[in-house]
């Protein structure tokens, strides 16, 4: 099984970016897809962005054409780039591994979790 590690978190001001890591160890991470959620204080957890085995992305419509999902087997990592970041996306992400084919927009269908990291954009 996996273990999801996020990293590259932070404050940044609106406009700018960020790019999260989620190194996995352990597993053969060529064998899962992976998914990137997003918690804002209050708020329910909620789907960012997905990749399955194959490299097909999806994406929240909120982050459509300023995020970026991508994985490279070779390293265990898959990476978030944030462009035009919002004071709306801030919020801890958290990186989500599942062993099927297809990503989900789904929670409850991930069974691994990262910690999270915690990205604050100011206005």
């Known amino acids: 099984q996996v273990q999801p590690v996020e990293s590259g978190g932070g404050l940044v001001q609106a406009g700018g970016s960020l790019r999260l890591s989620c190194a996995a160890s352990?597993?053969?991470?060529?064998?899962?897809?992976m998914g990137w959620f997003r918690q804002a204080p209050g708020k329910e957890r909620e789907f960012v962005a997905g990749?399955?085995?194959?490299?097909?992305?999806g994406y929240a419509d909120s982050v459509k054409g300023r995020f970026t999902i991508a994985r490279d087997n070779t390293k265990n990592t898959v990476y978030l780039q944030m462009n035009s970041l919002k004071p709306e996306d801030t919020g801890v992400y958290y990186c989500?591994?599942?062993?099927?084919?297809?990503?989900?927009?789904?929670?409850?269908?991930?069974?691994?979790w990262g910690q999270g990291t915690q990205v604050t954009v100011s206005s």
């Open positions: 352990k597993g053969t991470f060529s064998t899962y897809s």
């Open positions: 989500a591994a599942q062993p099927r084919a297809w990503y989900s927009s789904r929670s409850n269908d991930y069974d691994y």
């Open positions: 990749i399955n085995r194959s490299g097909t992305t």
